[in-house]
């Protein structure tokens, strides 16, 4: 069956900086655009970012935008989120998604794959 798989997750000081990694199999993964969402205790799925399947068309909440970057390795069948500049507010545990829309959304409802997602604790 189709795998996520993301790594990367940590305790980090705010200001610090992580990278997730997003390892996907059993999918052909070029033809998917990803994204990232976070979920904090208590409260709803979050999107973070998201990116086309050609690695364009990048799309960012205000919260963090700026501060992380999602990029994507269509030969590794991989995607990343470069988060710079981490706040206590960014603890979460983070999922990588993937979906069969063209275009990126920031619904969880779109996507049709997940990760088992991975603790991102920052602390002040």
């Known amino acids: 069956q189709v795998q996520l798989v993301e790594s990367g997750g940590g305790l980090v000081q705010a200001g610090d900086s992580l990278r997730l990694s997003c390892a996907t199999s059993?999918?052909?993964?070029?033809?998917?655009?990803m994204a990232w969402f976070r979920q904090a205790p208590g409260k709803e799925r979050e999107f973070v970012g998201g990116?086309?399947?050609?690695?364009?068309?990048?799309i960012y909440p205000t919260s963090v935008k700026g501060r992380f970057t999602i990029s994507r390795d269509n030969a590794k069948s991989t995607v990343y989120l470069q988060m710079n500049s981490l706040k206590p507010e960014d603890t979460a545990v983070y999922f990588c998604a993937a979906g069969s829309r063209a275009q990126v959304s920031v619904s969880p409802s779109e996507y049709d794959f997940w990760g088992q997602g991975t603790q991102v604790t920052v602390s002040s």
């Open positions: 990116l086309g399947k050609f690695g364009t068309n990048t």
């Open positions: 059993r999918i052909t993964f070029g033809i998917y655009t």
